[in-house]
C-alpha cells in the first residue's frame, strides 16, 4: 500500500515535465523568425547588411548567384523586391518563401534561361509608401488627393535608390551585364505595383518587369486613400507614361483566391489599356492562375513563368 502510494505521487512531476516542455516546443515554434541568417537551398548567397542610401532608410540586400558564378561573368540581373521573403522559409513571417533560388537554378540547369543574378531588396515598415505609384496623384481628383498624405509617399526615392545608388553598385562590384536589356525588375502585391511603375519612371534603365499578384483594387489601403479612385488612377498613369510598345517585356498575373479573387476586374481594364497602345503577346503576358492565393507559396508555384518570359533563351 505504501509503494503504491510513492509511486502515485510521482505523477503531479511527470505532468508537470510534460507541461513544462509542451511550453518550450511552443515557444521554439512560435518564435519570431530570424532573417539575419537566410540560407539558399542552390546557388549561393552574400549579404550587404543596412545598405545605406540619402534617399531612403538603410534596409538589407541580399544577392543570390549560381553555384558556378565568378564575377565579371556575363550575367543578367534581376532586382526583386521583399527580398527576405525570396530563399528562406525558416526566416520568414509566415515560413513561406518564393522558392527564387531553387526555381532560377532549376532553369538554368535545364538550359532554359540566360544566366543571371538576383538582387533582393528587404523591404522595411514604410513598405506601402514605398511601392506605392506616387504619381499616380496626377489623375485622380483632387478631393480624393487632399483625403491622403502624399508627401508620405516615398515610392519616387525608392527608385531613385535602386537606379542611383544600388544598381551602380552592383554594377561595379559583381560586373554582371549592364545595359537595360538585362536588367530586369520583380515583385508580388504592392511590389508588382513598384515593378511596373518603374518600368514607367525609368525605361531607359529596365528592359522589363514581372508583376505578380498586382494589388491594383488598391483595396485595404489606409485612411484617406480611396482604393477605387486610385485604382483609376494608376491605370490612367499607365496608359499616359508607358513606354513605346514593344520596347519593354512586361508581365502580369494574379490567382483566384484571397485578395487575388479582386484583382481580374481591375486587371482586364489594365489589358485593354496596354493592348491598345499596342502591345503584342510577345512582349506582353497576362496570365490568371485558378486557385492561387495571394502568397508566397503561390508565386513560387508559377515563377517559372515569368523567369522564362523575361530571361528564355
Known sequence: MAAEKKKRKKWPWIVLAIVVLMVALAAWFMRPPDNSVIFASKGTLERFPQFKSQYVEPRDVIVWMPLDYHNEDSVDVVYMHDGQMLFDAAATWNHQEWRADEVTDSLLQAGLIRPCIIVGIFNTSDRLTEYFPAKASQHVPDAVKQEAELEKLGSDNYLKFIVEELKPFIDEYYKPLTSREHTFMMGSSMGGLISLYALCEYPQVFGGVACLSSHLSMAHLPDGFDGESWATGFREYVAHHLPEANGSLIYMDHGTEDFDADYGKYQQ??????????????????????????????????????????LGR
Not at 489599356?273 to 513560387?300: C, F, L, N, Q
Request: proline content about 7%; charged content about 25%; aromatic content about 12%.
Open 269 to 310: 481594364p489594365l489589358d485593354s489599356v496596354i493592348r491598345g497602345k499596342g502591345w503584342d503577346a510577345s512582349h506582353y503576358m497576362t496570365r490568371v492562375y485558378p486557385g492561387h492565393r495571394h502568397r508566397e507559396t503561390s508565386w513560387a508555384e508559377r515563377l517559372d513563368q515569368p523567369l522564362l518570359f523575361l
